[in-house]
């Protein structure tokens, strides 16, 4: 068995515990350990993708007990892709951390590392209620995060975030009861063999449960009406955890994807295509909505934040069409907005540290420092952000557009997206242009020397837009093949035969 | 016999777990139901000691002895923070 | 170094060995064994939650004690019951006893064993420790109440706690 | 005794729901606390009901489903975890807005302004 | 199981139940709290350590081992019930419960 | 590879430039230069395949899943208008190092005007429609970025975005249409579009595909309505009104006009959008241009009119109507961009724009002067200028419509007027600046010739208007064919380039507009005053104010919706639950399985009676706190009495234990909070929080009920047979916990202790108000440790350790393990925090629980890694049964190292968050007056 797999779940939680002992340690000590740790994180995910991408499925069977009996770990190419641009993100985002938002309490690199591993167990998992306990790794570890740093804008948003997530996880464990009370299994690939028998009343049961796991994962991907807990949080977030963060949602949408391509797919006999139709419409909602959130915003982190949200509407609409094209393209555009988000993120604390007590609101105000640096990056997020060329959101938007069928999905799709990209753009043109052009006379005070980390941390992620640009061809093949590869649902179901260790094969 | 005693017993139990539920409902001061309460966490003990009988198991004679313990925490917390407000400082 | 290896409790130890083998599945090499590695770590790793060296306690004297009290407790459990399905009203008193044992382990003792036995319970204990304020369910003075605690608990107490 | 126990269900569900949808902190973690109750009797009863059953080995003739036995205890201990993290999250909301208002310093919620009306 | 078992068992139940009731009726019957405070304090006590003392001879008899849990768990309960009392009845003068008109002496001030 | 360096050349230089900038004006003018003359250089050597009506190509693949290749193609269009990009471009540049003043940011502006250079040549020489659709809106963003040039400057900046808003919204409308036609087609190579123009105007999406197409073309080509962003990009730097806001980004419309002409012309739906927007557009901007009081203002809208003559002439959709479009793209670029040069120097020299102020400039500029007067002829159609020749072959075209009856008039009638306003406006142009008496209070005074060098950009294309228009066939001919060939897909109609036609109706249309132009020139004051009754409007202050609307209307509607009420998100959470799981549960009813209900027991159902009445008190007597968690007690309590009841041993003792610990957190926290809920939700809101949990539990009931009464099977069997063979231990339930499912307990305890840092984290520096009192005024007791208590706990933590240890050590095999020997162990400290203080008891207890927690985690991960020395997955367990003297025969398991991991774990994680929160209180350095140790 291949012992790669659990690297992604295996460092952060050694990193974590590191942290845990280590809470009087020096800070230099601390970051340098922890900073390893996410670097670490980065070349295993890499490994892994090497390993994913020749379309096999890889098991690995906790306690080395058979599926499905035991725990799995699955590696493919959708599990691979979510490492990898989770892993990135995050040191990006860690390195951006140094520059001092991780002062303030000793926590920071322990909830940090524990975050991400709770992300790559729910991205590994092959098991429905250890996708719960991920979820709840995650979360928990997202709780003190989002309360991290001083000061009291978090706190309500914070309850709020935390109480929802607190009714999600009792949905996720009654859906898990009630596919359970059925199937008798918890394994996805099982789950996966079993849906399609169950018929009549038993299939009202897991339909009813499917359905309201969908309300978890919608929760969590933040669809429309279940979105409104995310904009004050995410806005009110320290900037590195509002750009790791900008994965949370994906998380959401990660399961959607998982779960219901994989046990309520086509096949799935009186429960295929469960929910889908029900997601489509709610999607371009959401994205209508982000839409209006962003034009409305007055600040550049409450910006983002919508800009989230039209990401997600923006993502679901073609994961709910459901096709090889549009699943591809939907992969394409969740790498591209989850890292400019990321980086809008970051770039706008670092406008918030050089307008003095203008912070990043989009108000007249003495001319920032540093604005041409922080103006060409926060050019760059937004244009790729509002899915112009020539960055990557272009280039997602374009891959999503062209997945659709022509009909009546097409022209709702299309209207939404290029109807939204507009006003996006009306949105960013008019913050920008404001934040960084409009200035009254005086200068800034209390400005805070814009330190190199947090410069680098922020131009590397708003260069990844670039870097995807430049590498489209590959990513777009790997895509392909990831949405090829969640579409056979078959050779997923064969992990039930993985061989164990000591097992004669 | 002992099937009639131990049903007889059940009985007596739950009825007395339902006058201490008059009194938790009743009050009428806090005190009154924290007493109630405990009576309760008490009559539980002999509940779960004649579930164990009438299964002729021992497996629950822990979940028995756990309450007896957890019981008496909750009492005392309860009772502290009555009177002291903090029930840790 | 030797009174880290030592019985830092030596009744507390025995209690606990002995509790070990009763809730153990009957007593075997294994339990033995186990019993007094428990029996030994346990005090060692609570050691300082007993801030006092044990108190010199004529300890022979505690079954007898205790056998007057379970009597009582039969007993006084009957007369509450008595008085519970009685239609009598109660006359209940709130009487101060004055506290001739210092010990506060003895102190405590004695209030539980109030609150255990006929139609009395410890309500509380004055700061200095001299008092303590009893309420009977149902007594006619208290005088009688006072004595009665004296003779039948306090003295027995005074005698071991010496 | 199924009904029995779907009754119950559905009373701790509804109890907790309404409180959850209260406006003070203190009432919310309440109907939190009483969700999770029902939802662990749910996911335990989907394993089914079983009397005398337990599953220890050698203890009975037949077992009771013992999966999500395992389950429940490990909600049960996450959703521990999550009650303490939201209780503190609650003073801390005390703390910031000196209000235990679910929205922060909020002296009225949005549903009093139409009671006025 | 010996009939003379059988009896202690049968007889050790009922006084169990019985007295528990009888706690129980005395917390819902009696006139105050501090009257209150004795029923569960002993009736019900007792009550639980009959039920105890059924079940050991319980499982003593039916060859399931010694059963001797159950006096740890009658033991506890006596060490604790007067301590939770004393925290009750201390609670109480705290808040001022009344007291029924007939009692003579003074709670103290806390 | 010459076309992707023409392209991509001027993005290079542009990275680079700015490095320059240290240099001075005239080094990175140098430096900008090279991109234009290395690309003229390398356009050079392909001249003798486009006259022979060839194509080049230079491609490779990109996103072949995109359809999007980097494919260049040169052909006579793409040709000409590559030439006119960078020959006026290369003007351009010299202009500007002139035009642009010491101090100002020249870095940017050399970058940016690269970089839309690139983009503007991207454009005409894509082969591919996607490729193209890249550059498009590449030129939107940087013209953004040019025209906010000066962003101290308001107008600058709405200007930007407002030209941004129309075009870069056209670009998507573009994209769309684009999308739609490489649908159609299959593939977005412009060749294959080009040769499949039947199969695309007869498709039923034509009609969409065309407007999306064409309102891309027409926002950027500032045709009517959208024509209005275009004055306002004025607020640019004059060389960038002349570079992009004449002679090239805004031809980027006509062009695409021109290059999908086979692919999308000739259509009704073609003839009529688009010679009718030509039309209005060609009249709207001439009637404008003529009032403008700015020069520039002036110059725009005559732009505006030029552009719509040239949508006109492509809408008309005759071979001859387009050669004539192209050649008046020539013909417009050259005089239009010497025009703004010309204003450029005159604004440079006098310090406004304003014609009102600037008179009589001849005696002071008098070669500037000449220079504009035969530009601003040419633009008004005088012969023997190039304006002319393109204007008589528009004229003539306009009679040759074949339209019904007297809309047969309406062409040319619209043509001669637009002439008339083009004289009117040229001779104001002439008239008001360099004549018309003496200047009025300039800035700057007297007004001087500007540098000699600036002026060599307008002199070249001065000289170019008198080329063409002398001798056009020799100067310009072949270009004209070689790109209207290409424009009409190879089939040219026979054209004659000569200065005169002879005197046939075009020329009187043209005379009747010389005539007819200067009597309306003379007779301005009267026009002038009929304009002035009309109230301008200035667009700009409209996008702003529809903007501003906008984003106040998305802001309220957005508060509305996202008003911070967790009320309302919640019942939208639990509403949305509700309604999916209805759907499908509504056609289930009432439903009882195959299994049927079997009979209650009465104790059972007495005290679920009890269970569900607490929970229902629990939540109506809310408001008072304390009550309620008495409630909520009795309710855990039965909880727990339920799952022993129904044969989970294990599962009772966690809820007990769990539910204890909650009792105290929830007082801890009650201490600090009101303990009275007040009434603050309204009749209504009850009422639907009512009904929300009515349905609720009744659906969980409905649920449970099918649920319990359907026959199931389940992976468990597996678990019972395996147990004690593989898992080495009899309590099934534990040994799913430490063994078969042992990554979820991992994960489980790993929640705790990240609860408990969070938390230790979050109070860290939170401080409260306790309360003086309780809530109905009763001041705290002093008494903080009571004796008895004190004296009771003490010797209750040996025995709570001695029986944590017994529920540990046999929880493999019976009820029991170490999540509850955890809690037993935290539950008897917590006793002694209770009894005898904080202080009192961290001094005894020593160890930091930080420590026990990552102790607890990393005896769990050891205790799971120790397999991989064996080669097997993490988590595999191993035990074995020893014989040891004396103590006989005994099982090891690695489970238990495991479930050692979970214990310490729990410990570490309760403590930490409880005593956290105990530290808040302000006794807790304080020991109390009444504590004696
Ligand atoms: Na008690
Ligand atoms: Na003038």
């Known amino acids: 068995m291949n012992h790669w797999l659990t690297a992604p779940v295996l460092i952060p939680l050694l990193g974590g515990i590191l942290q845990t002992f280590m809470g009087y340690a020096p800070i230099a000590l601390r970051r340098t350990l922890a900073l390893a740790t996410t670097v670490l994180l ?153 849906v399609p028998q169950v018929t009549g009343e038993n299939a009202l049961l897991v339909k009813a449960g499917g359905m309201m796991l969908l309300v978890v994962f919608a929760l969590k991907a933040a669809v429309l009406p279940l979105c409104f807990w995310l904009p004050k949080a995410y806005a009110s977030a320290t900037a590195p955890v509002a750009a790791l963060f ?64 039209i990401s997600v509407g923006t993502l679901l609409a073609p994961i709910a069409l459901g096709s090889a094209e549009s699943l591809s393209a939907a992969l394409f555009y969740m790498l591209s907005t989850t890292w400019i988000v990321a980086g809008l993120f970051l770039v706008a604390d670092l406008v918030a540290s050089q307008r003095g007590s203008a912070g990043d609101r989009i108000i007249t105000a003495p001319m920032m420092r540093h604005r041409t640096f922080l103006s060409v990056l926060f050019m760059i997020g937004a244009v790729a952000a509002a899915g112009l060329p020539p960055f990557s959101g272009f280039f997602g938007k374009l891959l999503i557009l062209m997945s659709v069928e022509p009909g009546p999905q097409m022209a709702w799709l299309w209207g939404t997206i290029l109807v939204g990209g507009f006003l996006t753009l009306v949105a960013y043109s008019r913050a920008g242009s404001i934040v960084f052009w409009r200035t009254v006379d005086g200068h800034v005070e209390t400005a805070r020397p814009l330190k190199g980390t947090t410069a680098v941390a922020a131009g590397a992620m708003i260069a990844l837009t670039v870097v995807i640009v430049a590498m489209a061809g590959p990513i777009n093949r790997y895509t392909e093949d990831t949405a090829a590869q969640i579409l056979d649902t078959s050779a997923y179901i064969d992990i039930l035969q993985t061989p164990m260790v000591g097992e004669d094969d | 016999m002992i099937t009639i005693a131990l049903y007889a017993s059940i009985a007596m139990v739950t009825l007395a777990a339902l006058l201490n539920v008059y009194r938790l409902i009743q009050g009428p001061d806090a005190p009154d139901r924290v007493l109630a309460l405990d009576t309760l966490y008490i009559n539980a003990i002999a509940l779960i000691i004649l579930l164990g009988i009438t299964l002729g198991t021992r497996m629950y004679l822990e979940s028995a002895l756990l309450i007896a313990v957890m019981g008496f925490v909750s009492t005392v917390a309860t009772a502290k923070y009555l009177k002291r407000g903090s029930v840790i400082e | 170094m030797l009174d880290r290896l030592s019985f830092p409790q030596p009744w507390l130890s025995l209690i606990l060995f002995l509790t070990w083998q009763f809730l153990s599945d009957g007593i075997s090499g294994g339990s033995l064994v186990l019993g007094l590695v428990l029996a030994w770590g346990i005090p060692q790793l609570t050691q300082g939650f007993w801030p006092e060296r044990p108190a010199f306690m004529k300890s022979w004297r505690m079954p007898a004690y205790l056998l007057v009290v379970l009597w009582d407790i039969v007993i006084a459990s009957f007369s509450v019951a008595k008085l519970i399905l009685s239609p009598r009203k109660p006359e209940p008193v709130f009487v101060c006893y004055p506290l001739q044992l210092e010990h506060p382990l003895a102190i405590s003792i004695l209030a539980s064993t109030i609150s255990l036995t006929p139609g009395t319970v410890s309500a509380d204990i004055s700061d200095d420790e001299k008092m303590l304020l009893i309420h009977a369910l149902d007594a006619r003075s208290d005088d009688e109440v006072i004595d009665a605690i004296h003779t039948r608990y306090e003295k027995p107490l005074m005698e071991m706690f010496k | 005794m199924e009904l029995v126990f779907a009754l119950v269900i559905g009373a701790l569900t509804a109890s907790g729901v309404y409180l959850l949808l209260r406006a003070r902190t203190f009432p919310v973690v309440v109907g939190l606390t009483l969700l999770s109750y029902g939802v662990n009797l749910f996911l335990f009863a989907s394993g089914r009901l079983a009397t005398g059953q337990q599953p220890i080995l050698g203890s009975s003739a037949s077992y009771a489903d013992p999966l999500p036995q395992a389950l429940v205890l490990t909600a049960i201990v996450i959703g521990f975890a999550m009650t303490a993290f939201v209780v503190v999250l609650s003073l801390r909301n005390l703390a910031d807005n000196q209000d235990d208002h679910v929205d922060g310093n909020r002296k009225q919620d949005e549903d009093s302004e139409e009671a006025k009306q | 199981m010996s009939p003379l078992a059988e009896y202690t068992i049968s007889a050790l139940l009922i006084i169990g139940g019985a007295f528990t009731l009888i706690g129980a009726i005395g917390l819902a019957r009696l006139p105050d709290f501090f009257t209150r405070l004795h029923g569960p304090t ?69 | 590879m010459s076309l992707p360096l023409v392209v991509f050349l001027p993005f290079l230089v542009a990275i680079a430039a700015p490095l320059f900038a240290q240099g001075g004006r005239t080094a990175i003018a140098i430096v900008s230069s090279i991109p234009a003359i290395i690309g003229l250089a390398a356009l050079f050597p392909h001249w003798e395949t486009l006259a022979g009506g060839g194509v080049v190509h230079n491609s490779w693949e990109w996103l072949p899943a995109l359809g999007i290749s980097f494919s260049f193609r040169l052909d006579g269009l793409a040709l000409l208008f590559a030439l006119l990009i960078l020959i006026i471009g290369l003007l351009i540049i010299l202009y500007a190092r002139y035009y642009l003043k010491k101090g100002e940011n020249i870095g940017k502006f050399y970058a940016l005007l690269l970089c839309f250079k690139g983009s503007m040549l991207g454009i005409v020489l894509s082969g591919n429609l996607l490729l193209m659709m890249i550059f498009w809106e590449l030129t939107s963003l940087t013209s953004f970025l040019l025209i906010s040039f000066w962003t101290h400057k308001q107008d600058a900046r709405r200007g930007a975005r407002m030209a941004l808003a129309v075009t870069g919204g056209g670009g998507l409308a573009l994209l769309a249409g684009i999308l739609i036609i490489g649908n159609i087609v299959g593939s977005f190579e412009l060749d294959a579009v080009l040769a499949a123009g039947d199969l695309i105007k007869n498709h039923a999406m034509y009609p969409v595909a065309l407007t999306l197409i064409l309102l891309g073309a027409f926002t950027k080509s500032a045709q009517f309505p959208f024509h209005f962003w275009l004055p306002h990009a004025m607020q640019a730097p004059t060389p960038v009104s002349a570079y992009l806001h004449s002679a090239t980004m805004v031809k980027a419309g006509v062009f695409l006009m021109a290059r999908l002409y086979p692919a999308l012309a000739g259509t009704e739906q073609w003839f009529y959008m688009v010679s009718f927007t030509g039309m209005a557009t060609l009249l709207v901007g001439a009637y404008v241009a003529m009032f403008k009081h700015d020069l520039k203002g002036l110059l725009a809208h005559s732009t505006v009119s030029h552009l719509g003559l040239i949508t006109l002439l492509f809408g008309m959709g005759t071979e001859l109507a387009a050669v004539a479009a192209v050649f008046h793209v020539i013909n417009h670029a050259t005089f239009k961009a010497s025009l703004f040069m010309a204003a450029g120097i005159i604004d440079h020299e006098t310090g406004t724009r304003d014609m009102r102020r600037i008179n009589g400039l001849w005696r002071y500029m008098p070669h500037t002067a000449t220079l504009a007067m035969v530009a601003a002829s040419s633009m008004a159609g005088v012969p023997l200028l190039n304006g002319f020749l393109s204007k008589e072959m528009f004229f003539a075209e306009s009679l040759q419509l074949n339209l019904p009856g007297i809309w047969a008039w309406i062409p040319p009638i619209v043509a001669t007027l637009a002439g008339i306003f083009a004289v009117a406006y040229s001779a104001r142009f002439v008239h008001d600046v360099f004549f018309n008496g003496k200047p009025v209070n300039l800035p700057i005074y007297p ?405 026990v927690i990552g102790l607890g985690l990393i005896f769990a991960t050891i205790a799971g890694a120790g397999s991989f020395v064996y080669g097997y997955p993490f988590l595999t367990t191993t035990f074995d049964y020893i014989t040891w003297p004396v103590v006989g025969k005994f099982e090891v398991a690695s489970a238990l190292v495991f479930d050692l991991g979970v214990y310490l774990a729990v410990i570490g994680a309760t403590l930490l968050a409880l005593v956290s929160i105990g530290r808040l209180s302000p006794h807790s350095a304080i020991r109390s007056p009444r504590e004696n140790v």
């Open chain 1, 42 to 194: 980065v070349a295993t995910s890499m490994v892994l993708l090497t390993m994913a991408d020749d379309g096999s499925y890889r098991a690995y069977a906790f306690g080395n007990w058979q599926p499905p009996f035991g725990i799995v770990l699955v590696l493919d190419r959708l599990a691979a892709f979510m490492l990898v641009m989770t892993s990135v993100l995050a040191l990006l985002a860690h390195i951006f951390s140094l520059g001092g938002a991780d002062e303030g309490n000793r926590q920071f690199h322990t909830l940090f590392l524990f975050q991400l591993m709770g992300l790559n167990i729910a991205f590994l998992t092959g098991d429905l209620f250890n996708l719960f306990v991920a979820f709840e790794v995650l979360l928990i570890a997202s709780y003190g995060l989002l309360m991290h740093g001083g000061g009291t804008v978090r706190t309500v948003p914070g309850l709020h975030y935390v109480v929802l997530n607190l009714v999600g996880s009792s949905l996720f464990l009654i859906s898990v009861g009630m596919i359970y009370s059925v199937t008798g299994t918890l394994n996805m690939a099982d789950l996966a063999v079993k």
């Open chain 1, 246 to 309: 900008a994965i949370m949602t994906k998380v959401g949408i990660y399961a959607i994807i998982r779960v219901y391509f994989l046990v309520f797919g086509d096949d799935a006999g009186e429960l295929a295509n469960l929910g889908m139709d029900w997601l489509f419409p709610l999607a371009l909602i959401t994205l209508a909505m982000g839409v209006m959130g962003a034009l409305g915003a007055d600040n550049l982190k409450s910006l983002t934040a919508w800009q989230v949200i």
């Open chain 5, 42 to 110: 002993k009736a019900t006590t007792l009550g639980v350590g009959a039920v105890m003392l059924s079940s050991v001879v319980y499982f003593s008899s039916t060859g399931q081992g010694i059963g001797i849990s159950e006096i740890l768990i009658t033991v506890f309960l006596f060490l604790t019930a007067p301590v939770s009392a004393n925290m009750l009845a201390k609670a109480a003068m705290h808040i001022g419960v009344k007291t029924m008109d007939n009692t003579r002496g003074k709670p103290w001030d806390q």
């Open chain 6, 447 to 851: 007004p001087h010739e500007p540098p000699r060098y600036m002026k060599i950009p307008v002199e070249i294309l001065v000289f170019a208007c008198v080329m063409v228009g002398v001798f056009p066939a020799y100067s310009v001919g072949p270009l004209l064919y070689s790109a209207s060939a290409a424009t009409l897909g190879g089939e040219v109609p026979d054209y004659h380039l000569a200065v005169m036609h002879g005197f046939n109706l075009p020329l009187m249309m043209s005379f009747a507009a010389f005539i007819g132009g200067l009597i309306m020139y003379s007779q301005r004051q009267k026009f002038f005053d009929f304009h002035a009754r009309f109230k301008e409007v200035d667009e700009k202050a409209v996008f702003e104010a529809v903007v501003s609307r906008f984003v106040e209307l998305a802001n309220r509607f957005t508060a509305r919706i996202e008003n911070g009420s967790l009320q309302r998100y919640a019942v939208l959470l639990v509403g949305s639950a509700i309604v999916v799981a209805m759907v499908p549960l509504a056609t289930m009813g009432i439903f009882v399985g195959e299994n049927g209900l079997s009979p209650v027991d009465w104790p059972t159902a007495i005290a679920a009676a009890i269970l569900i009445f607490c929970a229902l008190a629990s939540a109506f007597l809310h408001r008072g706190r304390f009550t309620s968690l008495m409630f909520l007690s009795v309710v855990g309590l039965l909880v727990a009495l339920a799952f022993a009841r129904f044969s989970a041993p294990d599962l009772a003792m966690t809820q007990l234990s769990v539910e204890v610990v909650t009792m105290v957190l929830l007082m801890l926290a009650l201490f600090y909070m009101p303990s009275w809920t007040p009434l603050e939700t309204s009749g209504t809101h009850r009422a639907r929080d009512i009904v929300l949990a009515l349905l609720a539990g009744g659906g969980m009931t409905l649920v449970t009920l099918a649920m319990l009464t359907q026959p199931f099977t389940s992976i468990s069997e597996f678990f019972l047979e395996n147990s004690k063979t593989g898992g080495g231990g009899t309590n099934v339930v534990n040994v799913i916990l430490v063994d078969f499912r042992g990554f979820d307990t991992l994960g489980e305890i790993t929640v705790l202790a990240i609860a408990a840092l969070g938390i230790y984290a979050m109070l860290k520096d939170t401080a409260l108000t306790p309360p003086p009192g309780d809530g109905e005024g009763h001041a705290w007791t002093r008494d903080a440790y009571p004796l008895m208590l004190k004296q009771i706990a003490r010797p209750m933590l040996p025995l709570a350790l001695m029986i944590s240890a017994y529920i540990f050590l046999r929880g493999h095999n019976l009820p029991g393990g170490g999540f509850i020997a955890g809690l037993i162990t935290s539950v008897a400290l917590i006793l002694q925090y209770i009894a005898s203080g904080m202080v009192w008891t961290q001094d005894r207890i020593g160890i930091k629980y930080h420590n």
